[in-house]
């Protein structure tokens, strides 16, 4: 810009009544169509505040805050595209915010923080895997399923 200010995006990872596989999709496909208009996207993970209506949507069991693997899925997406990409995991391993398994929930929100200082995909790519990750891969599968449904 003329003036010298840059442009900040912010990106929500999976809003209400959005599968995980297409929340995913959306903030990739997101991160691509401002790329020309801003310097750095910041990825802001779902989490459930008090007093809201997507709180009454979760304790009715209609929504679950995004998986940690799908963060980092996105992270590397959108950084493989060459587009800088930081996320604050806030909330991280707890039930109303992003979380996995609950094993492996901290170290994957320490990697990521190493990741948003580094920008290094490396830092994601040798992430350890855990057995939670079939689970959410199986999510990513069904979940999409149960979203597109036609209800008869
Ligand atoms: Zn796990």
Redesign the pocket.
């Given at each position: 810009m003329e003036c010298g200010a840059t442009v900040k995006t912010y990106l929500l990872l999976k809003p209400p009544f959005v599968s995980e596989k297409k929340a995913i999709w959306d903030v990739i496909r997101s991160a691509d169509l401002v790329a020309p208009y801003s310097s750095t996207n910041s990825l802001n993970l779902c989490n459930v505040q008090k007093y809201t209506a997507l709180e009454n949507l979760w304790k009715r069991g209609y929504y679950r805050p995004p998986w940690l693997w799908s963060a980092v899925e996105a992270i590397k997406a959108i950084k493989r595209m060459n587009i800088t990409v930081m996320s604050d995991p806030v909330g991280a391993g707890h039930k109303r915010g992003p979380h996995?398994?609950?094993?492996?929930?901290h170290e994957i929100k320490e990697t990521v923080k190493e990741f948003n200082i580094t920008q290094d995909l490396h830092v994601l790519e040798r992430q350890a895997d855990?057995?939670?990750?079939a689970v959410w891969q199986e999510v990513l599968k069904y979940d999409d399923l149960l979203f597109d449904s036609t209800i008869v």
């Open positions: 996995n398994c609950g094993k492996c929930d855990c057995e939670c990750k």
